[in-house]
């Protein structure tokens, strides 16, 4: 596998490792356990070509999932009866049908930025090499770069 097979496969690589590793405490370790299998086959039959998309995999989806968890804290937070719970004033009325009320830890923003980082990682370095190779092959032909 070359190309973009390899960077997709070093990428769901990734993907498995932190998936597991943000579950680890329920459901994560036969992910991470998939995910360090998927790596040392993966150095063997698609190469280290595009390994750089295990930096994007394992940062990516941890950051999907924990995104998805702050959009629907604040979604829920916008719901006036939310709002005024344990606030001062007057409750108003719950609204007829279920009421979602979701609190958002800290440590989800923390985790996020810290997940995102290594994903944006994996992109600058992904350029970098990108940039590197093409810097040669132009060294190679006798152009400057």
Known sequence: ?????????????????????IGLMTIGFPFVVVGLAMAVVGVWKPGIGGAW???????????????SHIVQGVRT???????QLGGPGTPIP????????AF???SYYVMFAIF????????????LLRARSRAAA?????EAF
Do not use: H, S
């Open 1 to 21: 596998m070359q190309g973009r097979a390899g960077t997709l496969y070093w990428v769901a690589t990734g993907a498995m490792m932190g998936f597991g590793l």
């Open 53 to 67: 998309g295990i930096l994007i995999g394992f940062g990516g989806l941890p950051a999907l999932v924990f995104l």
């Open 77 to 83: 937070a916008l719901n006036p009866y939310c709002a």
């Open 94 to 101: 719950p609204p007829v049908g279920p009421v979602e009320c």
């Open 104 to 106: 958002i830890p800290g």
């Open 116 to 127: 995102t980082a290594i994903a944006l990682l994996g992109v600058a370095l992904e350029f």
């Open 138 to 142: 132009a060294r190679e032909r006798g």
